[in-house]
């Protein structure tokens, strides 16, 4: 008997057969839509198991082909993703060179080259040169070290024991899951319909003892419409008060590669915590998101776990320390594989043409009598009415167009009613591809 550790000429074919699989999934992304309707019973796991032919069989053939790959060009629901050739690899490689990246001792230039994309971001935040992070699974987590961060700041200066988290309206349901784990109140400021202004969350926190408030979480590009937040106005409030300002980017970050939108942002570059996630809207697979501190040491003192086997690594710069977990994947390396080979120009080109589909949707469905859009819509979020339509009308026509291959597009509330949502952050989705989805509503 061979270990299961010792690789087989089977391993071998399974191997060279998945990537041979990989370059035909990449060749003809269209082809998974829809996704198989059958979903049979699952091969039980069994003492002696069924060896890597079959189970690689089975994961090609039975369990993949009910998924609908989130980079497929009308995946148009939630925040899809699309990674590109290059990230897709560095995640592949990640895996199968059993990186740990929670230290340079064991990572080497792997945690360099995180930190690499670490600074190309901040750079794009425009953040201050000793602004930095780390990469965590995605924006919920990210979002919840940073206001762990924001709260034990305060807790630092004040003494106290600030327990409520002042958030926009609008902001990703995250800030209110990361409030909950926290065991703090979360206090929403503004309507949710549209940006949060600073005189709004001003009139908020005049009704609050401002000794209690741990932080303040503000969006940059909501989910739902793509709204941000007066950023510069709502840091002169927190600056006034002392007041951590954590900003969640996760989406919307990506769109300041654009000279279009960049303005858009202005301010953000003083925040005390900003998410962007890369598995959005920046071309890495899931799960990629970023964490970036104006002040990483208030993040260390925050983070940073000790224990005798830890002694070795304290100190050093760990991307364990700045944000809650300790195990971890080096998520940066595809982003920074990917740039590395791509460069930047072409990051701000495929944005560039997430934002131009975006406005040939709004334009289309403007031109449609049996559409209204609703406005205002920003950055690559459009959301509109199908005129005379219930939710139960969206909801049926959502489930069949999964089935028939129109897309996976899902409704939403805006303005008070129903509606649907296309949020475009996949640069080969094709403008008939939207009229495709567009003539299925008549
Ligand atoms: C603005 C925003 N923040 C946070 C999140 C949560 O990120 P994740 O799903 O990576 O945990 C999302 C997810 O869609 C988001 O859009």
Redesign the pocket.
């Known amino acids: 008997m061979t270990s299961m550790h010792e690789p087989t000429a089977e391993d071998e074919k399974a191997l060279v057969d998945a990537t041979a699989w990989l370059l035909d999934r990449l060749a003809d992304r269209e082809a998974t839509m829809p996704p198989a309707a059958e979903r049979p019973e699952l091969t039980p796991i069994t003492e002696a198991g069924v060896g890597i032919a079959a189970a690689w069989a089975e994961l090609r053939d039975i369990v993949l082909p009910t998924a609908i790959p989130s980079d497929h060009p009308r995946y148009l629901a939630?925040?899809p993703g699309a990674p590109t050739v290059a990230a897709s690899l560095g995640d592949l490689i990640l895996s199968g060179a059993s990186i740990y990246g929670g230290s340079e001792l064991e990572a080497g230039l792997v945690v360099r080259a995180e930190r690499a994309a670490l600074r190309w971001l901040a750079d794009l935040l425009g953040l201050p040169a000793q602004a930095h992070g780390t990469f965590t699974s995605?924006?919920?987590?990210a979002?919840l070290s940073a206001l762990v961060v924001g709260r034990h700041q305060r807790r630092e200066r004040t003494g106290g024991r600030p327990h409520q988290i002042v958030a926009a309206a609008g902001v990703?349901s995250?800030i209110g899951a990361a409030a909950d784990v926290m065991g703090c109140e979360l206090i929403l400021a503004g309507s949710g319909d549209g940006p949060l202004t600073a005189d709004v969350l001003a009139a908020s926190l005049q009704r609050l003892e401002l000794h209690e408030v741990a932080a303040v979480a503000v969006?940059a590009?909501?989910?739902n419409d793509g709204s941000i937040d007066a950023l510069d106005e709502i840091a002169d409030v927190c600056a006034r008060h002392q007041l951590w300002l954590h900003v969640?980017a996760?989406?919307?970050g990506a769109a300041m590669l654009s000279p279009r939108t960049r303005h858009l942002f202005a301010g953000i570059e003083r925040a005390d915590s900003v998410?962007i996630?890369p598995?959005?809207w920046l071309f890495t697979p899931f799960?990629c998101?970023a964490l970036l501190y104006r002040d990483p040491d208030s993040a260390r003192r925050t983070h940073a776990q000790r224990a005798p086997y830890l002694e070795t690594v304290v100190g050093g710069d760990n991307p364990s320390d700045l944000a809650v977990g300790l195990s971890r994947r080096a998520r940066g390396l595809p982003l920074w594989l990917s740039l590395l080979a791509n460069g930047a120009a072409a990051y701000r080109d495929a944005v560039e043409a997430c934002l131009d589909l975006a406005d040939r949707a709004a334009e289309a469905i403007r031109s449609a009598d049996h559409l209204e859009l609703l406005e205002p819509r920003s950055l690559s979020i459009v959301v509109f009415r199908r005129v005379g339509w219930s939710i139960a009308d969206y909801e049926r026509w959502s489930a069949q167009a999964i089935q028939d291959g129109t897309g996976l597009i899902t409704p939403t509330r805006s303005a008070g009613g129903p509606a649907l949502r296309l949020c475009f952050v996949n640069p080969l989705t094709s403008t008939s591809d939207i009229e495709r989805v567009l003539t299925s509503l008549r």
Do not use: C, E, R
């Open positions: 939630f925040i995605g924006g919920s987590l979002n990703h995250s969006t590009g909501a989910t969640d996760a989406y919307g998410t996630n598995h959005k799960d998101a």
